[in-house]
């Protein structure tokens, strides 16, 4: 397709919040190195063929066909006429990577049950549940009403489908509904405008791009890059989907006209250089007195303290990105900057558009490590301590971002434990730390009991609270140096445990001694060279240490990003654009501060 294209013709509308960097049309290198962009990402999975496509054409059909049945006979069974039941609609909007058109091979489909005014939630989670359970094709059927969006997840003819639901204040929904008019969310509950927002920023981000199909590929590259790199996941700290989508709208609005090569290579251009926590807005927000909450930093103080705002274009606009911590925001720097370098060697043809998708060796960055697991009694108990674990990592991140620890970098991929019999019941995180000590001192301890403690609590805590609790539910803590992760990992990933060799300047060795005790025994343990294991089990359980010793002050600190320090030098770009990038950043403020 790309290879014997012709380039676009130029576009001459601006979007965004500033005019574009460059408006520079590719050339027939660009598209050559476009089209070998899409062949590398065939071996992963990243297109559906025909037959694939046309499949989930029709289950989404036959689930909008059940949706309308069920709201015909929930609307005679509350007395309407047949008559006026056969006309009142309801419709199944896609939204998400599906929506967007760039889902991979086996990917869920994010969708929205849209519903008259006359069919309540209460009804969703009732009967039209008890209708798709009775359903042939419907499998591993789950609803989870209590969620912040509430949700119905079910396999439908071996497609994994999200299913939310909203009303709608109007009498009928008929096939035409448009969910862009924000007046639509006027006198609505808040759990269905949190349905709805996620057709309507889908949408509306698919409006914002010059190019919808130079669009598509470059996120189907940064999707698989991000995943690669271990830095896709919302509930980690990293960024999700939608996030990522909105990042890459807002490179095609710098440059429109540029074919997807040159966009990826600009996404990690822009988003290096980007003076976070500068707000990544796709248009200019609006308020519609509806008296739903938006981010706002001016009149939230919460707003201010996100380190990489990135705003949804549709009423209510919200960030996407709150989870992200200093640390998170610091290892995706590291991946835009590696990237770079990637990028620039293959417009040189110095490389291949497989090394961007190489992931990137996490054990041997680090040399002291905490082994978070997670383990119950049975596999159905594990699922769902998993899931809760899982979304309180990052807790344990920002927490240990308290102490003197400059960087805590989860690894989002969960092992799997080795254990005979325990594959089902127990897994690991990884966590990498580098312990910044403070200046002058070359020796000291440092205390993680009470980060470590805090987490364990707020998850122990959430469970009770959420009912999930079961006897045999653990949390454990461990702390291990690299060398001693073989137990954790298989036999065929023990090669990543090798350091990478490195020039070292001799310097005075110093030494830190990292401590997290939960019990007055603690220090006694300590003494009697007990390794650590903190844990939510009882207190004799928990009557272990955390030692480190030998840290990174032991040898001179690698050199820093120059993205910590709001510098970029390290980017061999014209200086022409670099001064139009800075401008469009500075103006970013400008722009969101007008009312």
Known sequence: MWANAKAAPNQTKNLGMTAPISTAGSEPRDLELTAELEESLKPHGCFETEEELNHRMDVLSRLNDLVRKWIKETSVQKNMPESMAENVGGKIFAYGSYRLGVHNKGADIDTLCVAPRHILREDYFSTFLDMIRIQDEVTDLRPVPDAFV????LCFDGIDIDLVFARLALKEVDDHQDLSDPMLLKNLDPKCVRSLNGCRVTDEILKQVPNVEHFRLTLRCIKLWAKKHGIYSNVMGFLGGVSWAM????????????APSTLVQKFFLVFLKWQWPQPVLLKKPEDFGLGFPVWDPRYNVADRFHVMPIITPAYPQQNSTFNVSNSTLKVMQAEFQSSLTVCEEILAGKATW?????????????????????????????LTWEGLVESKVRHLVANLEREAISLAHVWPKSYRSLVDGCE?????????????????????????????????????????????????????????????????????????????????????????????SLSPNSAAALDEGTEAKLTTQTSEERKRSLSMMDTEAATPPPKKLNTENGENEVIEEAEAESEVLESVVENVDEAAAVN
């Not at 509430?150 to 997840?153: H, Q, R």
């Not at 990042?247 to 540029?258: D, F, K, M, S």
Request: one cysteine or more; hydrophobic letters at 40%.
């Open 150 to 153: 509430p949700v119905i997840k």
């Open 354 to 382: 497989e090394k961007i998708f190489e992931p990137p060796n996490f054990f041997c960055k680090y040399r002291h490590f905490i082994v978070l697991e997670a383990s119950s009694s049975s596999e159905e108990d594990q």
């Open 247 to 258: 990042l890459v709208a807002r490179v095609c609005q710098l440059y429109p006209n540029a």
């Open 424 to 516: 089902k019941v127990c897994c690991y995180w990884f966590i990498g730390l580098k312990v910044e000590l403070k200046e002058g001192n070359t020796g000291g301890q440092l205390d993680l009991t009470t980060p470590i403690k805090a987490f364990t609590d707020i998850v122990m805590r959430s469970a009770i609270q959420i009912n999930v609790w079961k006897t045999g539910m653990k949390i454990v803590a461990d702390y291990k140096k690299r060398k001693e992760l073989k137990e954790y990992l298989p036999h065929d990933e023990h090669w990543k445990l090798k350091s990478e060799k490195v020039k070292v300047i001799a310097a005075a060795p110093a030494t830190t001694t990292v401590t997290a």
